[in-house]
């Protein structure tokens, strides 16, 4: 018996896996599938559309290398977040952003450890929810005055280093950039304001308006880190921060 996703086809000659593609990128265009909606499994999906497990997951596999889906290990197959706002995004170290300004440099480390993925960071990373991330906690000066709280999640598959190296010396995205260099990027802009232990590293008022940049970076298929960024309000301006490129080097 033909289920009604596969049956409209059966007269066209159509690949399967192309048809169950389609079927779910017409979901995910559709909005009926928003990010982080769990798709049918292979199973589910062969079942439905009367074809193989492999086919399936040939359908699957395709849509993950097109970036519609992110597939975890242990918790299934989710629509993705939509695709990063510029793959030519250049990211700019913030120390050589403060040299060049003439002032100085320097980087407070306050934590670099091994921690253990929530299953949201888990979907994020696309590993396993019993696997490991590397964390670093650093506050960024300039000329002695806090402009950037950077707390960052590192996968160690991209970064296996990431924990020996010292941060005062070399901030984790130039260690990143020449561990894994940036091929996407994607970045998120709030203003918030912040709990009290980030306004004591930044030196200031918990209700002070601060810029938050959520920032994820990608080496072809993977993605290498998840850094929340956070500079006070009047100590900060985005405009020297990014730079947009015809393609991407």
Same mark, same amino acid.
């Given at each position: 018996?033909?289920?009604? %996703?596969?049956?409209?086809?059966?007269? #066209?000659? *159509?690949?399967?896996?192309?048809?169950?593609?389609?079927?779910?990128?017409?979901?995910?265009?559709?909005?009926?599938?928003?990010?982080?909606?769990?798709?049918?499994?292979?199973?589910?999906?062969?079942?439905?559309?009367?074809?193989?497990? #492999?086919?399936?997951?040939?359908?699957?596999?395709?849509?993950?290398?097109?970036?519609? +889906?992110?597939?975890?290990?242990?918790?299934?197959?989710? +629509?993705?977040?939509?695709?990063?706002?510029?793959? #030519?995004?250049?990211?700019?170290?913030?120390?050589?952003?403060?040299?060049?300004?003439?002032?100085?440099?320097?980087?407070?480390?306050?934590? @670099?450890?091994?921690?253990?993925?929530?299953?949201?960071?888990?979907?994020?990373?696309?590993?396993?929810?019993?696997?490991?991330?590397?964390?670093? @906690?650093?506050?960024?000066?300039?000329?002695?005055?806090? +402009?950037?709280?950077?707390?960052?999640?590192?996968?160690?598959?991209?970064?296996?280093?990431?924990?020996?190296?010292?941060?005062?010396? &070399?901030?984790?995205?130039?260690?990143? #950039?020449?561990?894994? %260099?940036?091929?996407?990027?994607?970045? =998120?802009?709030?203003? @918030?304001?912040?709990?009290?232990?980030?306004?004591?590293?930044?030196?200031?008022?918990? =209700?002070? %308006?601060?810029?938050? &940049?959520?920032?994820?970076?990608?080496?072809?298929?993977?993605? @290498?880190?998840?850094?929340?960024?956070?500079?006070?309000?009047?100590?900060?301006?985005?405009?020297?921060? &990014? *730079?947009?490129?015809?393609?991407?080097?």
């Amino acid at each position: 018996m033909l289920f009604f %996703p596969y049956a409209k086809y059966k007269s #066209m000659s *159509i690949p399967r896996f192309s048809i169950i593609k389609e079927h779910i990128e017409s979901q995910i265009a559709g909005g009926h599938w928003p990010p982080g909606t769990r798709v049918p499994s292979e199973n589910q999906l062969g079942q439905t559309f009367n074809v193989s497990r #492999m086919t399936a997951r040939r359908a699957l596999h395709e849509l993950f290398q097109d970036g519609l +889906v992110t597939r975890t290990q242990g918790l299934g197959t989710f +629509v993705a977040d939509a695709k990063p706002t510029s793959s #030519m995004l250049e990211i700019r170290n913030i120390a050589d952003e403060i040299t060049e300004r003439g002032h100085e440099y320097h980087c407070e480390v306050y934590s @670099v450890d091994v921690c253990k993925p929530n299953r949201e960071l888990a979907r994020t990373f696309q590993i396993e929810y019993k696997s490991e991330l590397f964390h670093s @906690v650093l506050v960024h000066h300039e000329s002695g005055v806090p +402009v950037q709280y950077e707390d960052r999640y590192v996968n160690p598959l991209f970064a296996p280093d990431y924990l020996e190296q010292d941060f005062t010396l &070399l901030t984790p995205n130039a260690y990143l #950039m020449r561990s894994a %260099p940036l091929t996407e990027a994607d970045h =998120l802009v709030e203003a @918030v304001c912040v709990n009290q232990e980030i306004a004591r590293h930044l030196k200031i008022k918990v =209700l002070d %308006p601060c810029l938050k &940049l959520t920032r994820k970076t990608w080496y072809k298929q993977g993605i @290498v880190s998840l850094a929340y960024l956070i500079h006070p309000g009047d100590r900060y301006s985005l405009g020297n921060h &990014l *730079i947009f490129k015809t393609q991407i080097q």
